[in-house]
């Protein structure tokens, strides 16, 4: 195992680590800034933990009411937003309940990382139907399948740990047309998880091939998710150059360019890859 593969393994160990964190102060404290104790690196992560456990016990209830999870979404603010929908998701689908009833309930933008959770979860925890078998949810539109692919790229990066051969073993078990949305999973989970150097960003990048938009798109979404947290990382901003040409801040003005008319998420995905593009990527 290379060095590279070594710290991506270990930084998955410390974001699952995160994530426990997280549910397991979730039901012992009240206060919302009980996280700010996490590791700084992945504190998104704790509070993405806090998210699902908070969610998980409103869904047991018959008639789930929300309220209780939307005050702390509120109360923690916009720096861990992405991660706290994206907690969201992986209760809806830890509980194996229709994610549809609950969408409507978050804006357009948001209902993209509540789906993106919901495929991850899938991904990572069953991933016998829904990464071997190709097993697709019940009642999920051609859209949110775009989302929810996405959630699947990232699992396929945190069950490879680095090891570009089993990746690209997963990778390549899906058909063309979720080929992008895997891609770009892909991407953003290996930027934001961190650990590669240069040389294994390079192999990515043209593993990827006709996908380097996608997997561009998804080091562009990790950095402004870290920028919003404050945790920015070298690693991230590696992966933003190597496969993007860009900065973590110029990712960021990227970002805020394409999604300031508040479109629906893969309408402001497809809006920041076509930016991309024009960029000559």
């Known amino acids: 195992m290379s060095s590279a593969a070594k710290n991506i393994a270990q930084n998955i160990e410390n974001v699952i680590a995160a994530f426990h964190k997280g549910r397991e102060l979730s039901r012992e404290i009240k206060e919302h800034d009980f996280l700010n104790q996490s590791d700084k690196k992945f504190i998104s992560v704790a509070f993405e933990g806090a998210s699902s456990g908070i969610a998980k016990k409103a869904l047991e209830n018959e008639n789930p009411d929300l309220n209780n999870w939307l005050t702390y979404a509120e109360k923690a603010g916009d720096m861990h937003a992405s991660q706290i929908y994206v907690g969201m998701g992986w209760a809806i689908a830890e509980k194996g309940l229709d994610i549809n009833v609950f969408l409507g309930k978050f804006s357009p933008l948001m209902q993209g990382r509540v789906l993106d959770g919901f495929g991850y979860y899938h991904g990572l925890l069953r991933r016998r139907r829904f990464i071997k078998g190709l097993a697709l ?13 996405q959630g699947i790229g990232r699992s396929l990066w945190y069950t490879a740990k680095g090891d570009l051969d089993l990746l690209i073993k997963m990778q390549q078990n899906f058909p063309e047309e ?30 990827a091939g006709k996908y380097k938009i996608q997997l561009a798109t998804g080091a562009v979404l990790a950095a402004n998710s870290r920028k919003a947290s404050k945790t920015t990382t070298t690693d991230t901003e590696l992966t933003c150059e190597i496969w993007a040409a860009v900065s973590i801040d110029e990712a960021v003005e990227i970002c805020k360019k394409t999604e300031q008319d508040q479109v629906g998420y893969i309408q402001w995905l497809e809006k920041l890859e076509a930016l991309l593009i024009s960029t000559g990527l």
Do not use: C, H, T
């Open 137 to 149: 949810p019940d009642s999920i539109s051609a859209e949110q399948l775009l989302a929810f692919d």
């Open 178 to 207: 979720r080929q992008k949305a895997i891609w770009r999973g892909i991407g953003l989970a290996a930027a934001y998880v961190g650990g590669l150097d240069k040389n294994l960003s390079e192999k990515l990048l043209k593993i």
